[in-house]
Each structure stands twice: as C-alpha cells, then as structure tokens.
C-alpha cells in the first residue's frame, strides 16, 4: 500500500495525528498482518484495539470455544456466543468485521503445535500471545526464532500480568525460561481480572504496531511486569543467552 484511501485518511485521522504513526506509520499498519494466537481474554481485547487501529489483515488462531465464565474478562464476547457455544476463532472474526469490515480476518479453529505452527505463522509479521498454555508458548517462541518473525509474549494471572517483546537478535523467551514448567495455574485455577487483561494487551498491541511501522528499534527492552491491585511496576532485564537453543537455532519445540 503507497498511500491512505480517503476513507482511511478520515477513519484513522486521530490516530495518525500522533507523532509516532502519522500517514506513513498508518500506510503500514493497513498493509500489516498479524496473528493472534489465542483469542481469549488478552487476544480478543488486543483484537479489538489491533481491528480498530486498522491491522490489514490478521490471522486468529484457537481451538476452544466460548463459555459462560469467559465472559468477565474476554471483553470482544457476548451472552449470545456463550449460549451458542461458538468457536472463538469464529465468533472473534465476526466481531473484528463488525468493528472494521474493511479488514482480511481468517479464523482457524486450531491448536498451535510443533507441526502446524510453521505453516500456519507463514507470511505474518509479528505475532501476539494470547494463550494460557505455556508449553505452546515455547513452540511459539521456536517459530518466531526460526522465521525472525518478532513475537509479543503476555501472560496474566490474579491481578498481575507480564509482556515481553521478542525480535531478531533480542533475548528470547527461553533465555528467561531454559524449560517450561512442569505445571503451571490458569484463570480456571487462579481466577484473572479483567483490568489486568486489558494492561497487558494494550502494551503488546503498541509493540504490534512497531513492528507494522518498522519501528523494531523501538521495541520495549526487558520483560515489564504489573500488579493493577497494588499498582506497582517493575522491568526486569533479560540478557541474551549464548547456550540458548532457540537463538542457537535448535528448534525442539518444532517437530
């Protein structure tokens, strides 16, 4: 795309007046693709914000469908989709066409593995973690090694939540976390609030937007961390491992 269409020059007016997108920032974003994989509480509010910003096309990847309890916190959901039990891939696209019907959404009611995430991720420019399996995160973090494809990490649980902004020739996830953890708790174990959700996928849909504007170097350093009960925040450094096996190109999350 070389320039905006009149119609998106007055759509995305006020968001192209901010100093770090202007007309040029918004072009790419309109021509930008990006994958959320996951569209539960953090990927249906990063949908929502991504959809509205005007992400050209974007790829939703999950394989579950909606429940009464998801409504508290998976905000882009209503009544009727939990009654319905609708896939969230599904019920997600529908709701991203009805904020934005200019867009390519493409559903896929599907779990991230080590066979499909290659073809499945192929061709996208960032991705944006909105799973609560943090084994799949690590296929995640295979792929976006293996395909320099800059990867959004976000995780919450209580009142607390993390993001981190993976990139080509930036420390990666597993040079915070060697392995994944035997076990781990979910909303369904430790319940999540909904204000965290929100926290942490408006910080991973700025990083998002960075990468669509080819703005890598500004990518946030570290892993940020936030309590939205007690209000406290914290960055925590993260150095490039040289004993890394997905920097060192030894991808055994993939099969």
């Known amino acids: 795309m070389s320039e905006l269409t009149p119609y998106q020059a007055d759509r995305y007016s006020r968001q192209v007046l901010c100093e770090h997108v202007c007309e040029a920032g ?14 539960g509480a953090i990927g249906s509010a990063a949908l ?56 390519c959404v493409r559903p896929v009611v599907a779990r991230v593995d080590g066979a499909n995430a290659e073809e499945l991720l192929e061709g996208v420019d960032v991705i944006v973690d909105g799973i609560d399996d943090f084994r799949a995160r690590y296929i995640l973090n295979d792929v976006a090694c293996k ?29 915070l976390f060697p392995e994944p953890p035997e076990s781990w708790d979910t909303a369904a174990t430790r319940g999540v609030l909904a204000a965290v959700v929100n926290t942490v996928a408006s910080l991973q849909v700025v990083e998002a937007l960075k990468v669509l504007m080819g703005r890598t170097e500004d990518l946030a350093e570290g892993m ?30 993939l099969a």
């Open 26 to 39: 918004q072009t790419d974003i309109c021509g930008g693709h990006v994958a959320l994989v996951g569209v």
């Open 48 to 103: 929502n914000m991504l959809a509205r910003a005007g992400v050209g096309t974007l790829t939703l990847i999950d394989p579950d469908r909606i429940e009464l309890s998801n409504l508290q916190r998976q905000t882009l959901y209503v009544e009727a989709d939990a009654e319905a039990g609708e896939p969230k891939a599904e019920a997600a696209a529908r709701g991203a066409l009805a904020i934005n019907s200019t867009l």
């Open 147 to 175: 395909m320099g494809i800059p990867y959004i990490y976000g995780a919450v649980l209580g009142s607390f939540g993390v993001t981190m902004s993976i990139a080509p020739g930036k420390p990666c996830l597993q040079c």
């Open 224 to 253: 940020f961390q936030i309590d939205v009960w007690d209000r406290t925040v914290d960055v925590v450094e993260i150095a490039r491992q040289e004993d890394c096996p997905s920097c060192a190109g030894a991808y055994k999350f």
